[in-house]
C-alpha cells in the first residue's frame, strides 16, 4: 500500500493575522517612534529653558541682561534670597497667599461639586436654562465685572480683608461645568438602587456619587489652586494693606522704574512657583486620570 504525503493546509485567517509585519511597515514605526520621541525631548527642552535660566539666576546672582550670561552658573549663592527676605516681609507674603488660597480652593471645590451633582442628577424647574446661563457668564471678560464686584464687596464692609478676595472666588463656573460633565457618566442605576433603599439626595451624594470623584476632586484642586495662588489683579484691588498682600502682588515691588534686579527677582518668583510645582509632580497622576476620565457629553 503506497502511502502518500499529507498535503500542506492552507493557512487560515487566524494564521494569516499572526503573519510578522512586513520590514517596511516595521522600520516604518520605529522611525515614527524615533520622531515623536525627538519632538517630545524638544518641546521638554523649550518649556523647561525658562525655569532653568529663572534657578541659574537666583542662585548665581547674575544678572539676566548680562554680557558674561551662562546657562550653565560658574557658582553657587544664596545672596540673592539674602536680599529679598531681608528686604520685604516675603514670610508674610507667602503665609497670606497660603491662607488665602486654601480656604478659597476649599470653597471652590466644595460649591462646584455640590451644583455639579444638582445639574447632572438633580431635577428642578428649568435646570438646562440655568446651566446655559452659567456658561454664557464664561464669555464676560474678568476686567468687565471688577468695577460691579469691587461695589458689591464694598457695600458688604469686606474691603480691606481676606474675605473680599475669598468669597468672590468660592464659585468657579468652570470647575461646576467640569463636575457636571464628570458625574453625567455616573450610572443611573447606582443612585436608583439607594433610594429603593431609602437614601435621601444627600445620603446619595455623600455614600455613591463622591467616593467616585476623587479624580474630579483631584482636578479641580489643583486648578482652584493654581489659579488662586497667581491672582494678582483682584487681590490688588481689594488688599488695601501691605500686610496683607500676596506673593504675586509682592513681586511687582521688585521691579523698578528705572532699573531690576533680576537676581532678587527670581529668586522671589521662584519661591512662588516652587510650591505649585511640588505639588503637581506630586499629584500629576491623578491630574492626568482626572483630565482623561472627564468626558464631555
Known amino acids: 500500500m503506497a502511502i502518500t504525503a499529507p498535503r500542506a493546509l492552507a493557512p487560515t485567517r487566524v494564521d494569516a493575522d499572526r503573519s510578522p509585519a512586513p520590514p517596511t511597515r516595521r ?9 515623536r520621541i525627538v519632538l517630545a525631548a524638544v518641546t521638554a527642552v523649550v518649556m523647561a529653558f525658562p525655569l532653568w535660566i529663572m534657578l541659574t539666576t537666583a542662585f548665581s546672582g547674575q544678572q539676566t541682561f548680562d554680557a558674561t550670561v ?3 552658573p560658574r557658582e553657587f549663592s544664596l545672596d540673592n534670597f539674602s536680599r529679598v527676605l531681608d528686604a520685604w516681609p516675603v514670610g508674610l507674603w507667602f503665609g497670606n497667599s497660603v491662607v488665602i488660597t486654601v480656604i478659597t480652593t476649599v470653597l471652590t ?8 451633582y444638582a445639574f447632572a442628577k438633580l431635577v428642578f424647574p428649568a435646570k438646562n436654562v440655568l ?22 464687596v464694598n457695600g458688604l464692609g469686606l474691603i480691606g480683608t481676606f474675605w473680599a478676595v475669598i468669597i468672590p472666588g468660592a464659585a468657579a463656573t468652570f470647575g461646576i461645568f467640569l463636575a457636571r460633565q464628570f458625574m453625567l457618566a455616573i450610572p443611573n442605576e447606582l443612585m436608583e438602587a439607594a433610594k ?16 467616585l470623584c476623587k479624580p474630579l476632586l483631584a482636578v479641580l484642586t489643583l486648578l482652584a489652586l493654581m489659579y488662586q495662588w497667581n491672582d494678582f489683579l483682584w487681590p490688588l ?15 511687582q515691588f521688585l521691579q523698578g522704574q528705572y532699573q531690576t534686579d533680576y537676581g532678587a ?23 492626568v486620570q482626572g483630565l482623561a476620565t472627564t468626558g464631555i457629553r
Open 27 to 35: 522600520r516604518r514605526s520605529k522611525v515614527g517612534l524615533v520622531v
Open 70 to 72: 551662562s546657562v550653565v
Open 109 to 116: 471645590v466644595v460649591v462646584s461639586v455640590l451644583a455639579g
Open 131 to 152: 446651566f446655559l446661563v452659567m456658561l454664557a457668564t464664561m464669555m464676560i471678560p474678568t476686567q468687565a465685572i471688577l468695577v460691579p464686584q469691587f461695589r458689591i
Open 196 to 211: 429603593l433603599d431609602g437614601a435621601g439626595s444627600l445620603r446619595i451624594f455623600w455614600s455613591i456619587v463622591l467616593p
Open 237 to 251: 484691588i481689594a488688599l488695601k494693606d501691605p500686610d496683607l498682600y500676596t506673593l504675586p502682588i509682592g513681586l
Open 265 to 287: 527677582l527670581m529668586a522671589m518668583t521662584l519661591i512662588a512657583v516652587a510650591p505649585l510645582v511640588v505639588l503637581f509632580l506630586a499629584f500629576q497622576r491623578f491630574f
